[in-house]
């Protein structure tokens, strides 16, 4: 691979694993009760540190901590292959798979959160 696609791809991994490392600290301040921004769910018209927020987040955390989970598990692998000089198509596909289930998880997470609020 190209020295400059591995720097590229190596920046990715850091950014899954940071994004990652955000959904599990999310998760885990969560259940511990003591979520506060600049982690957690962002809800509009609900107040962090609410009551509401704090229901919000008692509901979604296990997803914000399996999210978080997964993302950091694909930004470690994508970087692991990188440096083991795979196909390009295998990094691509952690790039792909760790997108989406960041994105993923954090929508479902907050879907969680709004559903709990009705």
């Known amino acids: 691979m190209h020295v400059g696609l591995i720097a590229v791809f190596l920046l990715l991994a850091l950014a899954l694993i940071a994004g990652g490392l955000y959904l599990f600290m999310s998760g885990l301040t969560a259940r511990a009760g003591v979520c506060r921004p600049p982690l957690g769910l962002r809800l509009q018209g609900v107040e962090p540190g609410s009551q509401d ?32 000089d795979a196909r390009i198509s295998v990094p691509i596909v952690f790039i792909v798979s760790g997108l989406i289930v960041e994105v993923g998880l954090w929508l479902v997470a907050k879907g969680a959160g709004k559903a709990s609020l009705k």
């Open 53 to 84: 927020w704090e229901r919000a987040h008692r509901a979604a955390w296990p997803i914000l901590f399996g999210g978080g989970v997964l993302g950091t598990a694909h930004g470690i692998a994508l970087a692991a292959t990188t440096l083991m």
